[in-house]
């Protein structure tokens, strides 16, 4: 007969997001509400329920929950940029932002299509040179290196 999966206690349910809250199995038994006599069985009951599968992938979907909304996707990175470089954000202080740094996210757009292209490619050891030369700008003749590590330098 198929082996079922039981769905999790309520006292489970709560052991999975105290662990996620407080990152430790002794506490989150405790505060979960399983009755033990020491830390000694509680941090055993603990391990215990961490070994279930069940309890495993509640606690990853929890952690799954929180982090998304807090990560930016690399969607998101190429908007900001892109926002950037057409000069639709303002700074900190609510100004425009300078050509220099318009002309960085530029760079920072083209580095990451090289990258997206040639990985797609299956090239591996390519290597990208952006040079960029402002006859009127504070931040005159920077040069930006990347390699395939990902690595920068400036000169």
């Known amino acids: 007969m198929a082996n079922k999966k039981r769905p999790l206690s309520i006292?489970?349910?709560?052991?999975?997001?105290?662990?996620?809250?407080?990152?430790?199995?002794?506490?989150?038994?405790?505060?979960?509400?399983?009755?033990?006599?020491?830390?000694g069985s509680a941090s055993t009951r603990a391990n215990q329920l961490l070994k279930k599968i069940e309890i495993r992938s509640e606690i990853k979907?929890?952690?799954d929950k929180m982090l998304k909304p807090s990560i930016m996707t690399a969607e998101e990175v190429m908007q900001h940029f892109t926002a950037?470089?057409?000069?639709?954000?303002k700074d900190q202080f609510g100004l425009e932002i300078s050509a220099g740094d318009r002309i960085k996210a530029l760079v920072e757009i083209a580095k990451r299509t090289v990258d997206v292209e040639n990985r797609a490619n299956g090239v591996a050891d390519h290597k990208v040179?952006?040079?960029?030369?402002?006859?009127?700008?504070?931040?005159?003749d920077i040069e930006s290196t990347e390699d395939y590590t990902g690595?920068?330098?400036e000169e």
């Open 129 to 140: 040179e952006i040079t960029v030369d402002w006859s009127r700008d504070e931040d005159r």
């Open 84 to 89: 950037i470089a057409r000069g639709e954000e």
């Open 11 to 39: 006292r489970e349910k709560a052991f999975c997001q105290y662990y996620v809250e407080l990152g430790n199995g002794t506490q989150a038994i405790y505060k979960a509400g399983y009755k033990c006599t020491s830390d």
């Open 151 to 153: 690595t920068d330098q």
């Open 61 to 63: 979907r929890i952690q």
